[in-house]
């Protein structure tokens, strides 16, 4: 499209939102619409892109130095603490011979702007947006036609990307199951949109009901670890898994799906490992970007010992920091029904002294169940955005705090394996909001070169 043909910023956003499917793509949510895609400096951009193989290493080193642990190679504390809280049977899964080797094939990291770069909050294993980022960047790519304000412009991953990566995961299956529990039903409609776009009709999107799964079929299992009382077909889909009958992913291995995985790659006494399985570079890297994240562990420290750049003999003493120490974050690690969006996260500095005390305690409290990690706050930076009021019919400026959520799909297998970056999803709230995450008044946008 020559500049003269081009369309207006509220032309766009009047065609974007004109675009939305019937049924939508979340249930019961809205957001904002922007006229264009979220802008990346080329830096980032390509940063963005390479981002993947860094992650998917370290889900591989992970996963050895858990198997490492249980099997005696490695300290023993390390598996007791990604194993505490949960039942049995699910650790016998998580160790069984035919998942040990398995990581998650889709990887979004949760990546906050700010001052000093970019940092990662939080890696997801089983992430929602995979369908509505689809229906983002396509949406975008058609009424943009390669041009914003006369300038060339492209969404990161391109039309097709998160389809065709997503597709990817499943190898040559001819037949895919998405199981969406009842706790995840907010995100069956953006299942069900992407179960009718090109390619998309191997998909089925099933409820926990289903059972009637053929051997040779994949499943993807679109529903959290801890909720498994709650989806009746989670062992039949698991014992197919371990009979190799049909290919399951993400694998049930709740050690994908906690937050102090970032606390043992803080750990200093595990460097070495580290080191190794990642090289130098790779974890040169991930520490540049992974906030320093601790375990709250309420076990006493020697009295000549001190919680590693904290300045603390006792996790106690938390609760004594002013206001401007407090600079940290309290997540539940995992495992749990808090673990997800905005729930189970406490930042200090936003709360006044007797919350932040009741979050502690709280967290020290639940230690033996269900960890919780603190971690590092990294403000994000603020930048210029903007959305079109369908009220008013007018562009509204918006400065806001952004999140990005860079989708990785992992197609191959074993040494084989490599990460493909299908699309990103900006998500941007406005600038009084401490914690970034999905709202009513956020925008929501693919990001562009």
């Known amino acids: 499209m020559n500049e003269s043909a081009a369309l207006s910023a509220a032309d766009r956003a009047q065609a974007i939102r004109a675009a939305l499917p019937a049924g939508g793509l979340f249930a019961g949510q809205d957001w904002r619409t922007s006229p264009t895609p979220f802008p990346l400096g080329e830096d980032l951009a390509k940063e963005l892109d390479s981002l993947g193989r860094v992650l998917l290493q370290f889900y591989r080193a992970a996963n050895l130095l858990y198997r490492r642990s249980y099997e005696g190679k490695s300290p023993a504390w390390i598996a007791e603490l990604l194993d505490q809280g949960k039942p049995a049977e699910l650790i016998a899964l998580q160790r069984h011979p035919s998942f040990k080797s398995d990581v998650p094939r889709v990887i979004r990291p949760d990546v906050l702007l700010t001052e000093g770069g970019f940092v990662i909050a939080e890696l997801d294993s089983v992430p929602g947006g995979i369908g509505l980022t689809q229906w983002l960047n396509q949406t975008y790519e058609t009424v943009l036609q390669g041009s914003v304000d006369g300038k060339p412009a492209s969404v990161l991953g391109g039309s097709a990307g998160m389809r065709e990566g997503f597709a990817s995961i499943f190898g040559e299956a001819g037949k895919v199951h998405l199981v969406v529990s009842e706790e995840a039903a907010s995100y069956r409609p953006e299942m069900e949109w992407l179960a009718q776009q090109p390619g998309g009709s191997k998909y089925s999107v099933r409820d926990s009901q289903f059972t009637d799964f053929a051997p040779g079929d994949a499943i993807y299992r679109f529903f959290e670890l801890f909720d498994l009382a709650n989806v009746p077909n989670s062992k ?150 903007s959305y079109f009021d369908f009220a008013t019919q007018q562009i509204v400026p918006m400065p806001g705090r952004v999140r990005l959520c860079p989708y990785y799909f992992v197609s191959g297998d074993g040494d084989a394996a490599r990460p493909k970056l299908g699309g990103a999803l900006a998500t941007i709230v406005p600038a009084d909001k401490k914690i970034v995450h999905g709202m009513r008044d956020a925008i929501l946008a693919p990001c562009m070169m």
């Open 236 to 385: 039949r889909i698991f014992e197919l898994g371990m009979e190799k009958q049909a290919r399951v992913t993400p694998a049930p291995k709740p050690i994908f799906e906690e937050k102090l995985l970032f606390a043992l790659l803080w750990n200093r006494n595990l460097r070495p490992f580290w080191r190794q399985e990642l090289g130098e570079a790779f974890l040169a890297r991930l520490l540049k970007v992974i906030p320093q994240t601790w375990v709250l562990d309420p076990a006493p420290l020697p009295p000549h010992a001190a919680y590693p750049g904290l300045d603390l003999t006792d996790w106690t003493q938390l609760k004594a920091l002013s206001q401007r120490d407090r600079e940290l974050i309290l997540k539940v690690s995992g495992y749990s029904e808090d673990a997800w969006g905005a729930r189970g996260v406490y930042l200090g500095s936003d709360l006044s002294t007797a919350d932040w005390s009741a979050a502690v305690d709280k967290a020290l409290a639940a230690f033996p169940r269900s960890p919780y990690v603190l971690q590092r706050f990294h403000r994000p930076r603020v930048v210029d955005s």
